[in-house]
């Protein structure tokens, strides 16, 4: 499909469990980035990317947070020794712009992440 | 200290008829706002966007306002139908400094068209 990707939808996790959440961008898109939406409420910014490099971690919870983008497509989010605040639909968007605005951001449709 | 807010949890309009929701933003550095469009189940989609260099952005039914000096913009639907029914986010960033152009959303808006 030529939209963003992300595995799983679904993700049930008993606490203290190490998880991994994957996104594939829209193809050619240099820009991506990660939200976390909890419930009823607008999505939060968590780290953005630009091809390879993460340029903006600021918004990650905690250093049991982690993302990759190692050859500036597929990108992983790892979430480490997992609590049931992190429970949350996690978002990635992608665009075409290195960072420098005027260009919307295309959404997957989440991984919804329950933790037990 | 939220710097998008949606102070309208819901609305409520009947088909044909117009939907106005609102957003009032804080940081006087945003310059590029969008709404998003929200399904059950599914991310956000992009809707329509505008600049700061202009106060009024028209596509199809859907034309986004915006007010600078009251730090506010609008999204008007005309007209109105029941697929239109889902959760409307209003977004900003900020493309200079440290935000690299990440969108500060607000809680959103659910809006019901009813037939």
């Known amino acids: 499909g030529a939209g963003v990707s992300q595995s799983p939808r679904y993700k049930v996790a008993k606490r203290g469990q190490d998880v991994a959440l994957r996104c594939d961008p829209i193809s050619g898109h240099v820009s991506l980035f990660w939200y976390q939406q909890a419930l009823g409420q607008g999505p939060e910014f968590l780290t953005y990317?630009?091809?390879?490099?993460?340029?903006?971690k600021s918004g990650l919870p905690s250093d049991r947070f982690f993302a990759e983008r190692p050859e500036g497509s597929v990108s992983t989010l790892k979430i480490q020794r997992t609590q049931q605040e992190d429970s949350a639909v996690y978002l990635c968007?992608?665009?075409?712009?290195?960072?420098?605005?005027?260009?919307?951001?295309?959404f997957g449709d989440g991984t919804r992440l329950s933790i037990l | 200290d939220q710097q998008v807010k949606q102070n309208s949890p819901s609305l409520s309009v009947q088909e044909g008829r117009i939907s106005i929701l609102n957003c009032d933003y804080t940081?006087?550095?945003?310059?590029?706002f969008l709404w998003y469009k929200k399904y059950p189940a599914e991310g956000p989609t992009f809707l329509i966007s505008?600049?700061?260099?202009?106060d009024k952005n028209e596509d199809g039914r859907f034309t986004v306002f915006l007010n600078k000096s009251a730090k506010h913009l609008s999204l008007h639907i005309v007209p109105s139908q029941p697929g239109d029914s889902a959760v409307y986010f209003c977004?900003?960033?900020?493309?200079?400094?440290?935000?690299?152009?990440?969108?500060?959303f607000g809680k959103g808006t659910k809006l019901s068209v009813k037939p």
């Open positions: 940081n006087s550095m945003f310059d590029y």
């Open positions: 990317f630009q091809n390879e490099a993460q340029l903006d």
């Open positions: 505008i600049s700061s260099i202009k």
């Open positions: 968007a992608s665009s075409p712009s290195q960072g420098l605005g005027n260009q919307p951001q295309h």
């Open positions: 977004a900003a960033s900020a493309p200079y400094g440290g935000s690299q152009g990440n969108l500060i």
